[in-house]
């Protein structure tokens, strides 16, 4: 999670994640306040109801939590993590062979810092999609008729494929719409050239989620919240 950009109140809401690790997975507890009642709430995992890219704080509490502290809990003895492709073949490049946490933490900072945008540099949306997770079948005829479509099985069977790559598929990377644009190293993100208005980055998105289910059948769903 090295390296994401945010606040720490935002985490759970979010259930933020990258390289295959999600927050979920060392929250220990947060408390919120009712912005109704006025109240300080608690929240254990299992009130969170997180899942990817999501959680309570997105749906039902919308609007009305305000996350005030979040309480996590890690291990002296950590379980490396270097599953994702981008990882192993940054360590590779490191020349690290027995990758400890701080190895794998500097290979996912060299890593984001080559692809996504600095958002001191350039105005950014993050990932606006989120990785569509379909059924096998549709999964197994995007790899019959795209051999090189990135896809990961999930433990129910399912199986996530890249938004990123979808979009790009599409001819999107590094395209321009007005003020706002899509990034041209990370199609999953979104930048502001200067100016561009929240109309502008919500019909580029919309032109984007147009596009994908054109082509592939394929329906992206929004990562973020819009109001």
Known sequence: LALIPGTVGAAPMQNIGAYGVEQASIFEECEARDRQTGQIVRFLPHDCAFGYRESVFKHEHRDRMIITSVTYRLTTQPTVNTSYRDVSEELAAMSVTEPTIVDVMNAVVS????????????????????????????????????????SYPQ???????????????????????????????????????????????????TAIQASVLERFGIALEREVNVW
Request: proline share 5%; glycine share 10%; hydrophobic share 40%.
């Open 111 to 150: 890593v984001r810092r080559r692809k996504l945008p600095d958002p001191a540099v350039i105005g950014n949306t993050g990932s606006f999609f989120k990785n569509p997770i379909v059924d096998a079948t549709v999964a197994e005829q995007l790899k019959a008729e795209n051999p090189e479509a990135p």
């Open 155 to 205: 433990s129910d069977g399912r199986v996530k494929l890249a938004a990123a790559w979808l979009i790009d598929q599409c001819g999107w990377k590094g395209a321009r719409h007005g003020n706002a644009g899509v990034h041209d190293r990370q199609a999953l993100v979104l930048v502001n050239h200067g100016g561009a208005s929240g109309d502008e980055i919500l019909s580029l998105a």
